[in-house]
């Protein structure tokens, strides 16, 4: 991790997570469960396309988790793993953050926004 952008919550338990920007800049941003990580990020300000809205239809949400994250997160779904595919670059833990509902079993998790391709 390289720099932070936002300080560290006062409240460790607060639910929260981890991402990397484009730039290199890790944000600790506070999660709202139920909410999908793709509106979370947004509301964050936090910057990635979502063309399709989460329709599963535009792969622009495409963020990659840390090796010790993707337990903490179910699996993907066929169609989500097939829309992944379509992707010209793909990592081992790329997923599509429209696809994942934040849950506060998820808290502490590490992700970075995919660069676009
Ligand atoms: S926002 Fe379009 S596939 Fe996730």
């Given at each position: 991790?390289?720099?932070?952008?936002?300080?560290?919550?006062?409240?460790?338990?607060?639910?929260?997570?981890?991402?990397?920007?484009?730039?290199?800049?890790?944000?600790q941003l506070e999660a709202v469960e139920g909410w999908r990580l793709m509106e979370?990020?947004?509301?964050?300000?936090?910057?990635?396309?979502?063309?399709?809205?989460?329709?599963?239809?535009?792969?622009?949400?495409?963020?990659?988790?840390?090796?010790?994250?993707?337990?903490?997160?179910?699996?993907?779904?066929?169609?989500?793993?097939?829309?992944?595919?379509?992707?010209?670059?793909?990592?081992?833990?790329?997923?599509?953050?429209?696809?994942?509902?934040?849950?506060?079993?998820?808290?502490?998790?590490?992700?970075?926004?995919?660069?676009?391709?």
């Amino acid at each position: 991790m390289k720099s932070h952008a936002q300080s560290p919550l006062a409240d460790n338990k607060t639910p929260h997570f981890f991402v990397e920007d484009r730039a290199g800049v890790i944000h600790q941003l506070e999660a709202v469960e139920g909410w999908r990580l793709m509106e979370i990020l947004r509301d964050h300000g936090i910057g990635m396309d979502n063309t399709c809205g989460g329709a599963l239809a535009c792969a622009e949400c495409h963020i990659v988790l840390s090796e010790q994250s993707v337990a903490l997160i179910p699996p993907p779904r066929e169609d989500e793993l097939e829309k992944l595919d379509e992707l010209p670059m793909l990592y081992e833990n790329s997923r599509l953050c429209c696809q994942i509902i934040w849950t506060d079993e998820m808290s502490g998790l590490q992700l970075k926004i995919a660069q676009e391709t």
